[in-house]
């Protein structure tokens, strides 16, 4: 189930390359690319398209919740698994959901932006409040998952340097591959070097315990999840603010 998760994810990760272009670090840039939007109408493009974008990351997050729900109780029955696990990420993760519930519901609203202002009339100057606080929703939604993003991005590079780096790789990692999309190749190196975890401290028995590959394979899993969970937020806040 983890699994198929990530691969939703990765193909989620790809329907974002395709309508919006090639990841980018910088927001200008992604700006420039992307500043068309600003000519379409939002009735017939701009709200259709959102919605569907923003129904379609909260069924990846929703999915991701209940995936991180699973693997907290496995992990949390074995002490060595313990320690791969980012405190709290279910709770931000939730909290992403929630925003995204929030965001849909401000673009579910039916307002009329594409046609010229005509302030003499009561039901434009009604139309504008809604407007308005649809706005301010959807920019203090933005925040809220600039803050997420940030703090998974922040539990990410420690996690990478400490975790991944020292604990599992046993050297020091450079603090530009513990940066977004760098820190993949990391991940996929320390899964590589993990032969086996076990799956308390004190098992008896340990080195025939198959759960041992499982939980090999399981922290592979994870580690790609988490990464690809910050990536898309990165992505969604960028979107947001364009």
């Given amino acids: 189930m983890t699994n198929k998760c990530k691969l939703h994810v990765l193909a989620f990760e790809d329907d974002y390359n395709e309508l919006f272009g090639p990841y980018t670090t910088s927001l200008q840039e992604y700006k420039k690319v992307n500043s068309n939007w600003e000519e379409k109408s939002y009735s017939n493009n701009i709200q259709p398209s959102s919605l569907e ?60 932006v594409d046609q010229p202002l005509d302030l003499e009339d009561y039901n434009e100057l009604v139309n504008m409040k809604k407007v308005e606080k649809i706005t301010s929703g959807i920019e203090r939604e933005s925040i809220i998952l600039e803050t997420a993003f940030l703090t998974f991005n922040t539990s990410l590079k420690q996690y990478t340097s400490i975790l991944l780096g020292k604990a599992i790789l046993k050297r020091d990692v450079d603090a530009r591959d513990c940066e977004l999309i760098a820190r993949r190749a990391i991940c996929y190196q320390a899964a590589e070097h993990v032969v086996s975890i076990p799956l308390t401290e004190d098992s008896p028995n340990k080195n025939n315990n198959p759960m041992e590959y499982l939980s090999k394979y399981l922290a592979y899993v994870v580690f790609s999840l988490v990464i690809l969970v910050s990536i898309i937020l990165y992505r969604l806040f960028k979107v947001l603010l364009s």
């Fill in 53 to 112: 974008l923003i129904g379609s990351t909260l069924e990846i997050f929703e999915e991701i919740s209940k995936n991180l729900v699973l693997i907290d109780l496995f992990f949390e029955s074995f002490n060595n698994l313990k320690k791969l696990l980012i405190p709290f990420l279910n709770e931000q993760t939730k909290s992403v959901i929630q925003s995204l519930v929030k965001l849909k519901q401000f673009l579910n609203v039916t307002i009329s």
